[in-house]
């Protein structure tokens, strides 16, 4: 069964950083490309970033709306997917979701909140 | 950035009915190599999204035949045979043909 659970949200002061954590499990992890997605209350979700696999050289893409202040990566000996985020202000307020690959399977989200 | 627009915004049916639910793009979702780079989503209430249907028409790995996914370049369509209980939520649909991949606002499913 595959099972993604996100760790490492909560308070953050406008202009500050925070890194997000996901653990994955019941799949082989280091052979798929990773996602994070987030979803404001009551909107749709908005997808942030992926991270190819080892064969595609880790390669990133990003979101226009979070290019510059996000980074994703992996640790596939840890089975891990992080994403740092930077330059946080009150629009980052939001549930963050990791998914494999580009959203077959979502993680149970982990909530940031960006308020003085 | 590719827009997708979602009607209705809410549908309410009778379990054991059928519903449709209607997505358009404002770019064709169809690549190349003949693959339609649209997708469609549940997110039950309080829940994750789950994936329903990959590609345009193709059921997600655990997913109930009731549900079908069909369409053209431009304009989509899921359907819901059978609707029910369990069926209760807003359904997404999406692009991952280009980035920024693009979500529809949702379209909430109730029962009459």
């Known amino acids: 069964e595959v099972k993604l659970l996100e760790s490492g949200g909560g308070l953050v002061q406008p202009g500050g950083s925070l890194r997000l954590s996901c653990a994955a499990s019941?799949?082989?992890?280091?052979?798929?490309?990773m996602s994070w997605f987030r979803q404001s209350p009551g909107k749709a979700p908005e997808w942030l970033s992926f991270?190819?696999?080892?064969?595609?050289?880790?390669?990133?893409e990003y979101n226009p709306s979070v290019k510059g202040r996000f980074t994703i990566s992996r640790d596939d000996t840890q089975n891990v997917l992080y994403l740092q985020m930077n330059t946080l202000s009150t629009e980052d307020t939001a549930i963050y979701y990791c998914?494999?690959?580009?959203?077959?399977?979502w993680g149970q989200g982990v909530m940031v909140t960006v308020s003085s | 950035d590719i827009v997708m627009t979602q009607a209705p915004l809410s549908v309410s049916v009778t379990p054991g009915e059928s519903a449709s639910i209607s997505c358009r793009s404002s770019?064709?979702?169809?690549?190349?190599?003949?693959?339609?780079?649209v997708y469609w989503y549940l997110q039950k209430p309080g829940k994750s999204p789950q994936l329903l249907i990959y590609?345009?028409?193709n059921l997600a790995s655990g997913v109930p035949d009731r549900f079908s996914g069909s369409g053209s370049e431009t304009d989509f369509t899921l359907k819901i045979s059978r609707v029910e209980a369990e069926d209760v939520g807003i359904y997404y649909c999406?692009?991952?043909?280009?980035?920024?991949?693009?979500f529809g606002a949702g379209t909430k499913l109730e029962l009459k």
């Open positions: 999406g692009q991952l043909l280009e980035n920024p991949y693009t």
């Open positions: 998914a494999k690959q580009l959203g077959d399977y």
């Open positions: 019941g799949f082989t992890f280091a052979d798929f490309y």
């Open positions: 770019k064709s979702l169809l690549h190349s190599n003949g693959i339609t780079y």
């Open positions: 991270i190819r696999n080892k064969a595609n050289s880790y390669t990133t």
């Open positions: 590609r345009m028409s």
